[in-house]
Structure formats: structure tokens, C-alpha cells
């Protein structure tokens, strides 16, 4: 009984201190499919959801390389510009140069590591602010998506070709989904024991083992029914689940390896990274190429999800949209706080603010509106979770 008091008085102490954790990302998503749904049936419908999902994939891949820039206490303004130009690189050198849309791919993921090692330089040997060189990178990419589309503006991606087939038709076969959705719940379950057990051994508070074994258990319920649910229709996305795999190794790495370990030290303090023995440059200059080719990935599942490139893709709001979905997924602004799960809750609350709007008839003025209050809610959050952190001496 005591021990179980002592968890809740914890959990208690955890909350008033600021660390809610993913707390208000899922009450949100829980108003919103409420509200939504009030206002028209198909929001939750299979179909829908599915679809959803897939929308989610592109700009999602993008705001995951926002989140680790957030991380560092730094930020990038030309992501939308720079999956602008890798979504002209895959059109142009696929259909125009007849390229294999393999080298083609390859060839706009490269151009964004070249875009992100460039900011990795100016920002570590010049000391330029990350704001003023990706917004000059931002317009200057934007020049090189005009040159790459040249006189044709706009270039359509061949329909049969496994780049936009991936992307619109090909989902997981029921059973697959069923099995990775089984396998995640136990490795999950795995991992919290086994850090259960360590820090049992070194004496530590950890958390009970059959609290562990419920949490597995219902993220199993979870993931097996959403699964099943999604299968009614067309089923889980092959895209998608290639945005989950990248959160999911963007995560290994933040929490599992010295370079993940880094980047949160150099988001927590420069000075004291560099007194404790980590080369900061080279984090920093790692992160930005991160970033980039993420931002080119997503770029090329734009266009291979429309099918298209043309000159307004990357604009408009794709960039600001990735920044507010990794800022209300939970990654700190001001460094050193968040997880690549951040990426892939935000942008699921970006997308289905904006495909329920678009549900009731609402126009895009209005869709803006709310997103900028979601926004400012998310930021007003972080800023008091930060202050109650420093106020309670946790970092």
C-alpha cells in the first residue's frame, strides 16, 4: 500500500512540477475526433482515418528533422523550401532525364544533406543564427526550385510507377498489421521491464511489474483494434508506416546511443557540453543534415503523393505547419526537451484539425485560426512547464 502511494504521490509531483508528458497531445486528439465527429459522421469513419494517416506521412517526415533541430535549441525555416527542391529533383530527373526514380530519390535526399552540412558550417564556424541562415536558405532555395522545374512549372509523376503506387494504393496485408502490432506491444513491454530492472538493482524508484504488463496490454487492445478497425477499408498505409519508422530510429538514436545523449546535453547547455568533452560542431553540423534530408524525404513523399511537383510545393504553409506540429507534439523551443514521437503526434493533430475542417465546409482562413491557437496553447505550455522545471531546480 505504501508503495503504491508513493507512485501516486510521484505522479502527482511530476504533474504540478510541469512534466505532463504527452498528457495534453492525447486530450486534444480526444476532443478533437469528439468535436469532429459530433459535426459530421465520416470523421471516424475507416476510410477516413486511413486516408488521414497517409496525409500524415510527408509532412510528418518533415517536422521529425524540425523536432531535432528543436533539440539543439536551434531552428530551421527552410524545410518547406527544401522539399520543394527534392520534390523538383524526383520529377525532373525521373520523368524529364528518364532517371530510375531510385537515383532520383537518392540524388534529392543527397541535395538536402549538401543544404544541411552548408548550415552545419555557417553556424558552427561563422556563428551565424540558425534564424538568418536557413530564412536566406529558404529564399534561395526557393530559386533553385524555379531553376530545377525550368519553363514547364509544373511536372506530372507517371501514375503506374511504384513511387506514387507506394504512396496512393499499397497498404499492409491485414495479418502483417496485426503481427507488427503485436510485436511493438511486446517489444514495448520488454524494454520498460528490462529498464525496470535496472533501475531495481541500482536501487532506484521503478515502476511495478505489473503496471508494466497493463500498459503492454492496452497498447496492444490499442494497436490490434486500431488496426482492425483501419482494415475495414483499405487498411494501414505502406507510407505511413515508413514515417513511423523513421520516428521509431529517430528515437533509438536519441535515447539509446552517445549521439542521441549529445544532443540533448548540447540543447541543454553548449558550454557545459563542451566542458564535458563533446564536440559540439560536430552535433550541431550532424542535426542541420538531419534535418535537410529529412525535409527532402518528405518533400518526395509530397510529390509522390500527389503525384506532381510544381512550383508551390514546399510553400505556402508547409513550413510553418512542420514547426508547429513538432512544437505541439511537445519538443521544447528553447532545447534540450522532447522526443522524435513529438513529429508524429503533432502532425496528426495538424492534420485532423485540418481534414475536419475541411469535413464541415470550413475555409482555410479559418483552418489558420485554429491552428494558431493550437499553436499558442502548445508554446504557452511549454513555457510554463520550463518555468515550473527551473522553479523546482529539474532541468
Do not use: K
Not at 529564399?139 to 507517371?158: E, F, K, R
Amino acid at each position: 500500500m505504501n508503495r503504491e502511494a508513493s507512485l501516486l504521490s510521484l505522479a502527482v509531483s511530476r504533474v504540478r512540477s510541469g512534466d505532463v508528458g504527452r498528457m495534453p497531445v492525447v486530450l486534444a486528439l480526444v476532443v478533437i475526433a469528439i468535436v469532429f465527429q459530433a459535426l459530421n459522421p465520416v470523421f471516424l469513419t475507416s476510410r477516413h482515418l486511413s486516408d488521414l494517416l497517409m496525409q500524415c506521412a510527408a509532412m510528418g517526415t518533415i517536422s521529425l528533422g524540425i523536432v531535432l533541430v528543436l533539440l539543439i535549441g536551434e531552428i530551421d525555416l527552410s524545410v518547406g523550401s527544401m522539399s520543394g527542391v527534392a520534390a523538383a529533383i524526383l520529377t525532373v530527373g525521373g520523368v524529364q532525364l528518364q532517371w530510375p526514380f531510385a537515383l532520383a530519390i537518392g540524388a534529392a535526399i543527397t541535395a538536402g544533406c549538401v543544404v544541411g552540412a552548408i548550415y552545419g558550417v555557417l553556424r558552427t564556424t561563422l556563428g551565424l543564427p540558425s534564424f538568418v541562415v536557413t530564412l536566406a536558405g529558404l529564399l534561395g532555395l526557393l530559386g533553385v526550385q524555379l531553376w530545377v522545374l525550368g519553363d514547364a512549372g509544373s511536372i506530372n509523376l507517371p501514375f503506374d510507377s511504384w513511387i506514387v503506387q507506394f504512396a496512393q494504393q499499397m497498404y499492409l496485408p491485414a495479418w502483417v498489421s496485426y503481427v507488427l502490432s503485436a510485436a511493438t506491444a511486446v517489444a514495448y513491454t520488454a524494454t520498460l521491464l528490462s529498464r525496470a530492472r535496472r533501475r531495481a538493482a541500482a536501487e532506484l524508484e521503478s515502476t511495478r511489474t505489473v503496471v508494466i504488463v497493463v500498459r503492454g496490454a492496452l497498447l496492444l487492445v490499442g494497436l490490434v483494434g486500431g488496426s482492425w478497425y483501419l482494415n475495414l477499408s483499405r487498411g494501414v498505409g505502406l507510407m505511413f508506416v515508413l514515417f513511423v519508422v523513421l520516428v521509431v530510429v529517430a528515437h533509438l538514436a536519441l535515447t539509446r546511443t552517445r549521439w542521441g545523449r549529445s544532443v540533448f546535453a548540447v540543447g541543454g547547455s553548449i558550454e557545459a557540453a563542451r566542458r564535458a568533452g563533446i564536440r559540439v560542431d560536430r552535433v550541431v553540423l550532424s542535426v542541420f543534415m538531419l534535418c535537410s534530408a529529412l525535409a527532402a524525404t518528405g518533400g518526395v513523399l509530397a510529390a509522390a503523393r500527389l503525384a506532381a511537383a510544381n512550383q508551390s510545393t514546399g510553400a505556402a504553409d508547409t513550413n510553418l505547419n512542420a514547426i508547429a506540429a513538432a512544437i505541439i507534439g511537445g519538443a521544447s523551443l528553447f532545447g534540450g526537451r522532447g522526443s522524435a514521437f513529438a513529429a508524429l503526434l503533432g502532425v496528426v493533430v495538424i492534420q485532423a484539425i485540418s481534414s475536419g475542417l475541411t469535413l464541415i465546409n470550413l475555409s482555410s482562413a479559418v483552418q489558420y485560426m485554429v491552428t494558431g491557437a493550437v499553436l499558442v496553447f502548445a508554446v504557452a505550455l511549454d513555457a510554463v512547464t520550463r518555468r515550473s522545471r527551473l522553479g523546482t531546480g529539474r532541468t
